[in-house]
């Protein structure tokens, strides 16, 4: 009689076990949270087809181009793969010409030198267009254009 009551409760407790699997596997998933709206209106300095990034090849630029608003900054990229060496200037052909509003870092013929694996973040405070070339190879040529 008590091994009776025994298998009872083993019994019972099983069908409670169970019923609380069933109602975990019964849970409805959580309906996913859609994202939140980006603002439209938001100062983004990433614009343009070009995006804010001039990146580097062996010989050449691979992406010659960065829009930007005023204030915001172009990431210079020599990507370790490029195997490219490269000293940028403000200027074409190869030769440096100054370039009024341009940042500092490109104040001087000396540029800005890039060895495979070098990302530069540079700061355009001034509206304008600026053109860009290698003194090691002059036929490099990025613009990057910097809006008000
Ligand atoms: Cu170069």
Redesign the pocket.
């Known amino acids: 009689m008590r091994k009776l009551g025994l298998v009872l409760m083993l019994l019972f407790a099983f069908t409670l076990a169970a019923c609380g699997e069933s109602s975990v596997a019964a849970t409805p998933t959580d309906t996913p949270v859609p994202p939140a709206p980006t603002s439209t209106t938001a100062a983004s300095p990433t614009t343009g087809s070009g995006g804010a990034t001039i990146t580097?090849g062996a010989?050449s630029f691979t992406g010659n181009s960065a829009t930007i608003k005023a204030g915001g900054s172009v990431t210079f990229n020599d990507p370790a793969s490029s195997g490219?060496?490269?000293?940028?200037v403000t200027g074409t052909s190869g030769k440096f010409t100054a370039a009024s509003g341009a940042p500092m870092e490109f104040a001087t013929a000396s540029g800005v030198s890039f060895s495979p694996g070098d990302s530069k973040s540079i700061k355009f405070p001034t509206a304008g267009t600026y053109t860009f070339t290698?003194t090691?190879?002059p036929s490099?040529h990025a613009t990057v254009t910097v809006t008000a």
């Open positions: 580097m010989f490219g060496t490269h000293i940028i290698c090691i190879h490099m």
